[in-house]
């Protein structure tokens, strides 16, 4: 199957992938209903980081805070790259 250019020179198939990227954006957190036979979820509270803490990342390994986008992200060195941790800090703890 040969499938031709459309006149802003994308092919078919790729229109058709941007628009099946678009529709497959995750769901929204389902809310806990109070007649559910099952627990709710366990929600931690979101840690707060302060510049020179020591922390801990699941892929990134040791590192220290060198900045701080409150609520947003946290900046941290560790040794080989700074990365840019997104909230919430679920990988991440404080040492």
Do not use: N
């Amino acid at each position: 199957m040969c499938v031709e250019p459309d006149t802003d020179g994308l092919s078919e198939w790729a229109a058709r992938w941007r628009i099946l990227e678009a529709m497959t954006k995750p769901a929204a957190q389902k809310r806990h209903l109070p007649t559910s036979p099952f627990k709710a979820r366990v929600t931690s509270a979101p840690q707060h980081f302060a510049v020179g803490d020591q922390v801990s990342h699941d892929t990134y390994g040791l590192g220290r805070v060198v900045g701080i986008e409150d609520g947003i992200a946290v900046l941290v060195d560790f040794g080989s790259s700074q990365e840019r941790i997104l909230s919430p800090y679920t990988k991440m703890t404080k040492l």
